[in-house]
């Protein structure tokens, strides 16, 4: 299977940070890290830059907030925004819908190949009900009260996904194998109404100094301004970049 993912050459494609065992705080992690190490990949080039860059975009609030500025002075809302981002950058600081003009320098796309292997939908009906059902008793002491529902799975509580996902890690498949990882949909809308699909991958052999897991760099390619899905991801994010 093929993926695409955006990172800091520095790091490479392979080289994400490592999570601790004994970590108490996960509000850092993303959402379906385990201890050891996760990659993220997507489907297409769109999603993997629409998740890349989702941290800048220019929400709902803020935009409604420059309409409803724009409105009451009198002008057009690209002088408001403009105004108000002078502000931002005067207190160092960067404005909603923003990213700095070297955000693509040193960062490539990967196109990764992932060897054979089963990947677990985590928001399948009947994964969520074993996961209700096992680990009910970690949930509940979690808020999480009722049965789960995509809301936990897909929202921001990072303890909860976190204990999915360590859950699912461990987890032997019919023909003895471990999972490859979770695949997920993107929150954001790559194509259309489709939204694609993502893949968090556990680095297990390296994790425990072995190597060789099934994953492979076929490609890595520079960030061109011009790129279409970078600016795709910009135009529907609505963010702006020198």
Known sequence: MTAYRVAKES??????????AFDDDR??????DTPGRTIYAAEDARTAFLEALSWARMTT?????????????????????????????RNGNMAPGRIPANWRD????????FGAGAWVDVTHGDTIAVLTGVLDRELYQLDVTESLTLAEITGGRREVTTLLAMWIREQLLDDGSYPLGIRFLSKHDAVGQERGSCFAFW????????????????????????DPAYRFALDRHGIQSR
């Open 106 to 113: 040193g960062r490539l796309l990967y196109t990764l190949d």
């Open 203 to 226: 680095l297990r052999q390296a994790d425990v100094g072995l190597g060789n897991d099934p994953v492979t760099v076929r490609d890595a390619a520079p960030i061109g301004h011009n």
């Open 27 to 32: 509000s850092g992690w993303y959402r379906f």
């Open 61 to 89: 609030r803020h935009a409604a907030y420059l309409s409803k500025t724009a409105k009451f002075f009198g002008v057009d809302i690209k002088t408001v925004r403009a105004e108000v981002e002078d502000d931002w950058q």
């Open 11 to 20: 790091y490479g494609p392979l080289g994400p940070q490592e999570r601790g």
